[in-house]
């Protein structure tokens, strides 16, 4: 997926990383995109400690 395809409110899978988010599977929706459309925000749609977390995703 392209950076100039990405919207806000777009799904996209959450990508695995051991200290942020080590959860597999997980999708969210697209809350922010960077100046530059280099990095994104991503609100996971489940709950981690009964809390809603976004991930910010870099984009190449």
């Given amino acids: ?3 100039t395809e990405i919207k806000i409110g777009d799904r996209m899978k959450i990508p695995v990383n ?3 988010h080590p959860e ?3 999708s969210g929706k697209v809350v922010y995109i960077s100046e530059d459309r280099k990095t994104v925000a991503v609100q996971c749609e489940e709950k981690h400690d ?5 991930v910010m995703v870099k984009i190449n």
Wanted: net charge positive; proline share 0%; aromatic share 8%.
């Fill in 24 to 26: 597999h599977g997980h």
């Fill in 1 to 3: 997926m392209l950076i």
């Fill in 50 to 54: 009964g809390k809603t977390i976004s």
């Fill in 18 to 20: 051991q200290k942020f």
